[in-house]
């Protein structure tokens, strides 16, 4: 431990040297190999969004503190991200030591939290995951007066959600706001589409097991027709965050939401999906799969997306508010859902061959 916090001491004394250092002065022409004169700590990024968020900000120049608890080799993806020295990366192994919280915080103009989990893992509650770890990092920035900080959220958060995960995150805005009433940003967005989601690939899963003799029967809540959603890109999000940080306090508002362009039924997305993927789709009621999900299992994957709408309200800023335009879904995600089609169904859209993918379980689906 005492090893672990020399090497915090020296990493984090060289972010101190660094903004005490003319190079916090905005310079360069912009892009990688410029200062923007921001340090910024972020929280969660090496999930399955954070990418998408340093390389945003790697590309504007600003320094980035990123505090992680994994490996520290699998986290050097990040690196390229930045130019060098732009970007220190802190292995920090408990988060529950707030005194290593505070030193990650303590030079930055602005703090992201990404951190939380939709899988909930033997070793830890769902308040461990999405509501303790927040708490601790909002009050390690209301000790060290951090000026702004953004949470990111859902839009269908609420405290008395069946789906724990969307609880938890009502419980972690809450506390947020208690702990930075002034410096809190919250953003709430929709459920992400991207090559890396747990949304269009549950969906596009839950169609794919169905056998050829099955004819696409896919089980849904109600037939998908009562269920609404406004799935949003991935990347769009972590840009308009990223347009945020680049903004005056003045300029920012305290509460985001941030939607897709169109809002879909389930059986109207399923159906896009569908039409990707080359797969037939039957949609049934399913009892049995509702009964076994909702409260045997009490699935999260099928509570969330099945049974829950989308509740967005009017008049929140948006990402054109941020000044960014909402992707299309069906521009993005044939890039990855084509992997969902059967292996005679899938075709070089260069030289028009078969491609052979005999050896993935995901692209003959039929297996599954």
């Known amino acids: 431990m005492l090893q672990q916090g020399t090497k915090l001491t020296k990493v984090l004394g060289a972010v101190r040297a660094l903004s005490s250092s003319p190079l916090t002065i905005k310079s360069g022409r912009g892009g990688r190999s410029s200062t923007n004169a921001k340090t910024v700590t972020i929280f969660g990024a090496t999930g399955k969004m954070g990418r998408y968020l340093v390389n945003n900000l790697g590309q504007l120049g600003t320094q980035m503190i990123i505090p992680h608890r994994c ?93 724990q ?62 269920t609404f959603k406004t799935p949003v890109y991935g990347p769009d999000v972590f840009r308009g965050i990223t347009n945020i940080i680049s903004m005056n306090d003045s300029e920012r508002e305290r509460l985001y939401q941030f939607v897709g362009p169109r809002t879909y039924s389930l059986h109207e997305l399923m159906t896009s999906i569908t039409d990707i993927t080359f797969r037939q789709y039957r949609p049934v009621v399913g009892r049995y799969n509702f009964l076994w999900n909702k409260y045997l299992l009490r699935s ?57 993918i005999y050896g993935n379980v995901m692209g003959t689906g039929e297996s599954m």
């Open 71 to 163: 490996d520290p080799v699998t986290a050097q993806y990040l690196k390229v991200s930045s130019d060098l020295g732009q970007q220190h990366q802190v292995y920090t192994p408990d988060f529950n030591d707030e005194e290593q919280l505070m030193e990650c915080v303590k030079y930055s103009d602005v703090v992201v939290n990404l951190t939380g989990t939709d899988r909930i893992k033997l070793h830890q509650s769902w308040v461990d995951a999405n509501v303790t770890l927040t708490h601790k990092i909002a009050r390690a920035c209301k000790k060290m007066d951090v000026p702004c900080f953004i949470h990111m959220s859902h839009i269908n958060a609420d405290i008395d959600s069946p789906s």
């Open 165 to 226: 995960f969307l609880k938890t995150k009502a419980l972690s805005e809450e506390v947020v706001l208690h702990e930075l009433p002034d410096a809190a940003i919250i953003i709430r967005a929709s459920d992400c589409y991207h090559a890396r989601d747990r949304f269009t690939h549950y969906l596009a899963r839950i169609n794919s097991v169905a056998k050829l003799f099955e004819k696409g029967r896919t089980p849904l809540y109600k037939k998908g027709l009562d």
């Open 300 to 356: 999260e994957p099928y509570i969330r997306h099945q049974m829950i709408s989308d509740n967005v309200a009017l008049g929140l800023p948006g990402l054109e508010d941020v000044g960014i335009t909402p992707t299309q879904f069906e521009d993005k995600a044939l890039f990855w859902l084509r992997s969902y089609r059967i292996f005679w169904q899938v075709w070089d859209p260069v030289d028009g061959q078969k491609t052979n």
